[in-house]
C-alpha cells in the first residue's frame, strides 16, 4: 500500500522561456530571458540591451517545445504523468506587456498545449509568471520597481484565466518570489534591470528597490488569488518558494542566531506575506537596520489579507550551511551559496545533495502553515554523456530522484500534507542560472547543445523508464 494519496499529482515541470523557443514567433515580444547570452558554470550569463549578433541567445530556440509540444506531452504521457507544471509566456499573451488586448495568436499556442495534455490526461499546472518578464516593462518602468506593473500583471491574469478557466484548475502566482529577496533576482524575478548590459554577476544591486518591487509583486499576487477566488472558485491558487534549506555549521549559539535570521529572510518572509496575509514581525527590525522604508498604498494591507493562497509549492535542490566562523569552505547552490556541509557530496555543479533535507523541510512548512503541499521542482543538474549503445545510463540520475522521494514518503508518514511532485527539466532545457543546455536535469534528452548546434531530436534516458515504475506503482517501486 503506497503511503502517497491516490490521487497523488506526479509529473514534471519546465518554464516557457527555457524550453518553448520561437521567442520572436506569432507576435511574441522579448521577454528579460530572450535579452540573456549564454554562459557557463564558470563563466556568467550576459544581460544585453539589445540583441547583438555576434553573442548566442539561448531562449530563442531553446529545445523548441513550441514546435515539438505533441511529441513532448506523448513522452510525458508515456511516462504515465498525472500533472504537467509550466508556465504562460507574458510575451506571447501581451508583446510589451502593457497592451489592452491579447495576442490571439499567443493565446491559441497555449489553447493547443493544454488540450493535448487534456487529451492524455494530464492536468497542467501554470505559473503565470516564471522569469518571463516582458522586457519593454523593463525599459519603460523598470520591471516590478513601478507599482504600474500591478495593473499589467492584473490584466494578463484577466486574459488568460477567462481563456483557460476550463481548460485549468491549478496556478501558481510568481516562480520563486523569494528570488527578489536575493541580488540575481534583479534579472530573474523584478526585471530592476533599466539600461543594464553586462555579466550577470556584475547587477547592481539597491535594497530598498528590491523589497519594493517584492512589494508590488505581493500586492499583484494577492489581487491575482483574490479576483480568481471571487470569480473562478473551480480554480486553486499557489505561491512558489525557491527553498534553499540551511543548517547552523555548528552549534555555537550565534551560527544557530545567523542561521534562523537567513532562514527568516529567504525562505520564510515570502510566504508568509502569501500564506498569512501580512509582513511577519521579524522583517521591522532587519528593513530599519537596513535602511529600507516600504512604500504601501492604504488599501494594501485589505488587499494582502484577502488573497492568500490555498496551496504551498516550492522548490527544493539542495541545502547550506551558516556560520559566523572565518576560513569556511563556499560551495555553490540554486540562486545562493553557502558554506560547506561535510556530512554531504556535491553534484557536478557544486550543489550538495541532502535528501533528508527534504524530510525536514516539508515537516518545518507543514508546521508552519498547515496548507496542502507540492514538491514542484527537484531534480540534479549533470553532464549526461553517451556511452557506447548510444544510451544515457543516468544512474547517478535516479539515485538522487530516488532518495528524494524515499523522503518525502517519510514526511507524508510524517503528517504532511503532500498532494504531488513535479521533477524539474523533466525534458532537458536551458539553465536558467547559467544559460547552458549542459546541465541537464531531463527524462529525455534532447540533441542541442551549447554552441546551439544540434537537430532537436528526443531520446528516452535509463530515468525516463524508471520514472514510469516509480508513477505506475504510486511510488512504491524505486528499484
Request: aromatic fraction near 14%; include cysteine.
Amino acid at each position: 500500500m503506497s503511503v502517497f494519496r491516490d490521487d497523488f499529482l506526479w509529473g514534471g515541470a519546465c518554464a516557457a522561456n527555457q524550453f518553448e523557443g520561437a521567442w520572436d514567433v506569432d507576435g511574441k515580444g522579448p521577454s528579460v530571458p530572450d535579452m540573456c547570452t549564454n554562459g557557463s558554470h564558470t563563466s556568467p550569463k550576459w544581460v544585453t540591451t539589445g540583441i547583438r549578433p555576434d553573442r548566442l541567445y539561448p531562449s530563442h530556440e531553446a529545445i523548441d517545445f513550441y514546435h515539438h509540444y505533441e511529441e513532448d506531452i506523448a513522452l510525458f504521457a508515456e511516462m504515465g504523468f498525472k500533472t504537467f507544471r509550466t508556465s504562460i509566456n507574458w510575451t506571447r499573451i501581451f508583446p510589451n506587456g502593457w497592451e489592452t488586448e491579447p495576442n490571439e495568436n499567443g493565446l491559441e499556442f497555449y489553447d493547443r498545449v493544454f488540450d493535448c495534455c487534456k487529451k492524455h490526461g494530464i492536468e497542467p499546472l501554470v505559473t503565470i509568471s516564471h522569469y518571463e518578464l516582458p522586457y519593454a516593462l523593463v525599459e519603460k518602468y523598470n520591471g516590478w520597481a513601478s507599482r504600474e506593473l500591478i495593473e499589467f500583471y492584473m490584466n494578463y491574469c484577466k486574459a488568460i484565466f477567462e481563456r483557460y478557466k476550463d481548460k485549468v484548475k491549478y496556478w501558481l502566482t510568481f516562480n520563486e518570489i523569494n528570488c527578489g529577496t536575493m541580488p540575481m533576482g534583479a534579472i530573474l524575478e523584478t526585471g530592476t534591470i533599466k539600461g543594464f548590459e553586462g555579466s550577470t554577476a556584475d547587477v547592481p544591486d539597491n535594497k530598498q528597490e528590491r523589497f519594493q518591487a517584492l512589494h508590488h509583486q505581493f500586492v499583484a499576487s494577492a489581487m491575482a488569488v483574490k479576483y480568481a477566488h471571487d470569480n473562478y472558485p473551480q480554480f486553486k491558487m499557489g505561491n512558489m518558494i525557491c527553498f534553499i534549506t540551511s543548517y547552523p555549521l555548528t552549534c555555537d549559539p550565534a551560527d544557530v542566531i545567523a542561521n534562523q535570521q537567513k532562514m527568516q529572510i529567504t525562505n520564510w518572509f515570502c510566504s508568509d506575506v502569501q500564506v498569512r496575509g501580512e509582513y511577519p514581525s521579524y522583517m521591522k527590525r532587519w528593513f530599519a537596520e537596513n535602511g529600507i522604508t516600504i512604500l504601501q498604498q492604504p488599501e494594501d494591507a485589505d488587499i494582502l489579507k484577502e488573497g492568500t493562497v490555498d496551496f504551498y509549492t516550492f522548490s527544493y535542490y539542495m541545502s547550506n550551511c551558516i556560520t559566523t566562523h572565518k576560513d569556511i569552505e563556499d560551495v555553490g547552490g540554486n540562486i545562493v551559496a553557502g558554506k560547506k556541509n561535510p556530512y554531504l557530496k556535491a553534484s557536478d555543479w557544486g550543489w550538495q545533495i541532502d535528501p533528508i533535507g527534504l524530510r525536514y523541510t516539508l515537516n518545518e512548512i507543514y508546521d508552519r502553515y498547515h496548507l496542502p503541499m507540492m514538491v514542484v521542482e527537484n531534480g540534479l543538474g549533470a553532464y549526461d554523456v553517451k556511452s557506447e549503445d548510444g544510451k544515457i545510463h543516468d544512474s547517478y540520475r535516479i539515485d538522487y530522484l530516488h532518495q528524494h522521494i524515499e523522503q518525502m514518503a517519510e514526511a507524508v508518514k510524517d503528517g504532511v500534507d503532500l498532494m504531488g511532485y513535479t521533477p524539474w527539466g523533466c525534458i532537458d532545457l536551458v539553465s536558467a542560472s547559467t544559460g547552458e543546455m549542459a546541465k541537464r536535469y531531463g527524462f529525455i534528452y534532447v540533441n542541442k547543445f551549447d554552441d546551439g548546434t544540434g537537430d532537436l531530436s528526443r531520446e528516452k534516458k535509463d530515468s525516463f523508464y524508471w520514472y514510469k515504475k516509480v508513477i505506475a506503482s504510486n511510488g512504491e517501486k524505486l528499484e
